[in-house]
């Protein structure tokens, strides 16, 4: 098994909620990444063989193994996200839109899974109009959050799949587990004319958010209900109160732990971290909530 290091990544957006968890001291934080190789972040490893290499360095040697040589990089990324304020408005691409305008292999669907809901009860997803002229003509008259953009109302223990193209942001209260195919694209249609620490206004992506945006799309939500939620790059299954995992299957297992604390190799595995299981590895833990991530094989 390999035990990851988490990555803390300080946003303009984001709470407090996770610091207790952060390998570095920060004033607020908007992602821990639990398990990411994107060239921008890069999972490390504690353990074993592989101690103090990074994630890619196993997955470029070992990728082949487990039938997961169609990916160049490890296929997604996952997070616990806590955004104390709203994100900004965006929306990403498909994979048409990816390939042909910005040299991607695939563009981008994600989850969440919210352990804490939204102090709103609701998450901007969806639009409430039909055609790209329309919602060009309401971004020109700055009207973005009132007549552009609709709500999702949310619970605890919902599960939410954001379809490349739907427009969307998650809003502030909440506290989720996050994973995303692995394509760092993300344009912005509108950032609430917020300021960075250096008084700037964040960059939009007009644009590009108009060309891939489907103004169809909307997100549904449902519940894990002792069952495997299947997306095309990524399985996922929640387990509440559990003690040990064995991976049964084929390829590699991700376990990222929501709420608990054990220790494995002398290391400390606590809230926000994963581990990734090879077939037939077993893991021992302190009662926790984990989800299992497993990588669709083709």
Request: glycine share 6%; charged share 30%; with cysteine.
């Amino acid at each position: 098994m390999l035990i990851l290091k988490p990555i803390a990544h300080e946003t303009i957006w984001g709470g407090k909620k996770l610091l207790p968890f952060c390998p570095v001291k920060h004033s607020h934080l908007g992602h821990l990444y639990s398990i990411v190789s994107n060239g921008e972040f890069e999972s490390k490893i504690l353990n074993g063989k592989y101690k103090n290499k990074l994630l890619k360095d196993y997955f470029n040697e070992n990728k082949s193994k487990y039938n997961l040589q169609c990916f160049n990089e490890f296929p997604f990324v996952i997070a616990l996200v806590d955004p104390a304020d709203d994100l900004s408005i965006q929306v990403h691409p498909d994979d048409e839109f990816a390939r042909k305008y910005e040299n991607k292999s695939f563009g981008k669907n994600e989850s969440w899974y919210f352990i804490e809901p939204p102090e709103n009860g609701w998450l901007f997803n969806g639009c409430k109009l039909q055609s790209k002229n329309a919602i060009q003509n309401k971004i020109s008259q700055n009207k973005v959050e009132e007549e552009i953009i609709d709500r999702l109302k949310i619970e605890k223990g919902d599960y939410v799949f954001v379809k490349a193209g739907t427009i969307h942001a998650a809003t502030h209260g909440a506290l989720f587990y996050e994973i995303e195919e692995n394509c760092n694209l993300t344009y912005r249609f509108y950032d609430f004319n917020r300021k960075d620490k250096n008084g700037n206004t964040r960059e939009l992506h007009i644009e590009k958010a108009l060309h891939a945006i489907k103004p169809e799309l909307k997100s549904k939500t449902q519940k894990y209900n002792d069952g495997e939620i299947k997306e095309r790059f990524y399985s996922t299954r929640l387990y509440e109160n559990k003690c040990e995992y064995k991976n049964n299957s084929q390829t590699l297992e991700c376990l990222t732990i929501l709420d608990g604390e054990s220790q494995i190799d002398n290391i400390k595995i606590h809230t926000g971290m994963t581990i990734v299981l090879e077939p037939d590895e077993q893991i021992y833990l302190n009662k926790s909530t984990f989800i299992i991530a497993r990588p669709n094989t083709k």
